[in-house]
């Protein structure tokens, strides 16, 4: 897919997130469009699904760790048509399939429930052992946001990936410096996160734009687990903000929120 027609498609996400969350009259916009971009390339360009068959055994599976930002992942679960976009305006109504976090058994395309901070990342770390050890193989991709990694499971998510070198887990923290209560240096401030997650053993690579799709493109060959994971960027405290790319967690991006 050209960077046009990711960008058309990252447009369409934004649309729906904020069709979803007004229709609702609640939600999550912020968090949800700063991750519009990475979650466009994940579902557009680098995730192996199918939208038809929802549960195949080996697809990639993405978790939202920070799930309050179902609208986000919603809209682009619409967009690569596991539902119909109409389904947006049903966001946290009584009866609909899109509450104010993802359901994975209401919700074609969800791979985990989530909602309580910092547990979701804990998910994708057994999701990423499991098919390593029993197969079949498929990666691992989790959503994080910067005022949840101040939630000590994450880092012992985190040193149990680096332990157990699970290569095929993609871990991406979406920093944009704020959280409910304020900025993340005002509440809780998890920084230097790239030096924490090098210490648990990622591999850190920082790049220049997270909002440009050049930036986000892979840096080796497709196809061939383990696929390498799509790159970010830094911009210290403005923009998409940073990558951290790894090893046995494979990607930490810190990003907008």
């Given at each position: 897919?050209?960077?046009?027609?990711l960008?058309?498609?990252?447009?369409?996400?934004?649309?729906?997130?904020?069709?979803?969350t007004h229709?609702?009259?609640?939600?999550?916009?912020?968090g949800?469009?700063?991750?519009?971009?990475?979650?466009t390339?994940?579902?557009?360009?680098e995730?192996?699904?199918?939208?038809?068959?929802?549960?195949?055994a080996?697809?990639?599976?993405?978790?939202?760790?920070?799930?309050?930002?179902?609208?986000?992942?919603?809209?682009?679960?619409?967009?690569?048509?596991?539902?119909?976009?109409?389904?947006?305006?049903?966001?946290?109504?009584?009866?609909?399939?899109?509450?104010?976090?993802?359901?994975?058994?209401?919700?074609?395309?969800?791979?985990?429930?989530?909602?309580?901070?910092?547990?979701?990342?804990?998910?994708?770390?057994?999701?990423?052992?499991?098919?390593?050890?029993?197969?079949?193989?498929?990666?691992?991709?989790?959503?994080?946001?910067?005022g949840?990694?101040?939630?000590?499971?994450?880092?012992?998510?985190?040193?149990?990936?680096?332990?157990h070198?699970?290569?095929?887990?993609?871990?991406?923290?979406?920093?944009?410096g704020?959280?409910?209560?304020?900025?993340?240096?005002?509440?809780?401030?998890?920084q230097?996160?790239?030096?924490?997650?090098?210490?648990?053993g990622?591999?850190?690579?920082?790049?220049?734009?997270?909002?440009?799709?050049?930036?986000?493109?892979?840096?080796?060959?497709r196809?061939?687990?383990?696929?390498?994971?799509?790159?970010?960027?830094?911009?210290?405290?403005?923009?998409?903000?940073?990558?951290?790319?790894?090893g046995?967690?494979?990607?930490?991006?810190q990003?907008?929120?």
């Amino acid at each position: 897919m050209t960077n046009e027609e990711l960008e058309r498609r990252a447009r369409e996400v934004r649309k729906g997130i904020i069709i979803g969350t007004h229709a609702a009259k609640s939600g999550h916009p912020g968090g949800s469009l700063s991750s519009a971009d990475i979650m466009t390339y994940l579902y557009f360009e680098e995730m192996d699904i199918d939208p038809k068959d929802p549960r195949k055994a080996d697809r990639d599976h993405f978790v939202l760790s920070k799930g309050h930002c179902a609208p986000g992942l919603y809209a682009v679960l619409a967009e690569r048509g596991f539902f119909p976009k109409i389904d947006l305006e049903t966001l946290r109504h009584i009866g609909s399939r899109l509450q104010g976090h993802p359901n994975m058994n209401d919700t074609p395309g969800v791979d985990m429930s989530t909602g309580s901070l910092g547990q979701g990342v804990s998910a994708a770390v057994g999701m990423a052992l499991s098919s390593k050890t029993f197969g079949p193989e498929y990666r691992v991709y989790a959503l994080l946001g910067d005022g949840e990694i101040e939630e000590g499971q994450v880092w012992e998510a985190a040193m149990f990936a680096g332990n157990h070198a699970l290569d095929n887990l993609c871990v991406i923290v979406d920093n944009n410096g704020l959280q409910i209560d304020g900025t993340i240096e005002e509440v809780n401030s998890a920084q230097p996160i790239a030096g924490k997650f090098r210490a648990f053993g990622f591999h850190v690579v920082e790049v220049a734009d997270g909002s440009d799709f050049d930036q986000l493109a892979l840096p080796s060959p497709r196809p061939g687990p383990p696929r390498a994971c799509p790159r970010a960027s830094w911009q210290d405290g403005q923009g998409q903000g940073r990558l951290i790319h790894g090893g046995p967690g494979r990607l930490a991006r810190q990003g907008t929120e």
